[in-house]
């Protein structure tokens, strides 16, 4: 089956410093997404991307994130300049069209420093 | 705003013994999802329920929707130690693809 997949699984990181995370979604999927889970919390939402643009960000995807989708298949969610809170398991996911899954990878852990 | 709320947060049963995961929602939607997660894991999905009535079943697990109530039910039959893990529900607004909004996860610990 096939899946989403992240890269890198864990990055650790200092404090100002920047972060580029990377996603492949499913191949035939046209809608990405970029999720974050503080430690023992809830999944929350960051960024929704379709047709090459952002189409919903929420209150947290401020102006040090950004997403691009630079060559067709990666997805990348990059933080300008990271801040303690951002510690984090990043996941990406994607979905085709329609009321479907959303198919999550396995996620990266960002540890700022 | 969507809200998405599930309750108990923390739930530790007996192997063997049924319980119930609630999931109230805030707003009219009629797609709304159960994923599981098991501790420094991705989420694994389960369910889709798309409809007022909704039912299905997986294993030692059921899940149902009730729309009018706005209200998700996710059903432990007998349960055993492999089923301990979090379980989340999560509901998207009723137009477009419009991002799912969770609820905090169900912590379930099954014990012998």
Known sequence: EPEVTQTPSHQVTQMGQEVILRCVPISNHLYFYWYRQILGQKVEFLVSFYNNEISEKSEIFDDQFSVERPDGSNFTLKIRSTKLEDSAMYFCASKGTGPVYLHFGNGTRLTVT | ?112
């Open chain 2, 1 to 112: 705003e969507l809200k998405v709320e599930q309750n108990p947060l923390f739930l530790s049963m007996q192997e063997g013994k049924n319980y119930t995961i609630y999931c109230n929602y805030s707003t009219t939607s009629d797609r709304l999802y159960w994923y599981r997660q098991d501790p420094g894991k991705s989420l694994e999905s389960l369910f889709v329920l798309l409809s007022n009535g909704a039912v299905k079943q997986e294993g030692r697990l059921m899940a149902s929707l009730d729309t009018k109530a706005r209200l998700s039910t996710l059903h432990i039959t007998a349960a055993v130690h492999d089923l301990s893990a979090t379980y989340f529900c999560a509901v998207d607004a009723v137009s477009g693809n419009t991002p799912l909004v969770f609820g905090k996860g169900t912590r379930l610990s099954v014990i012998a």
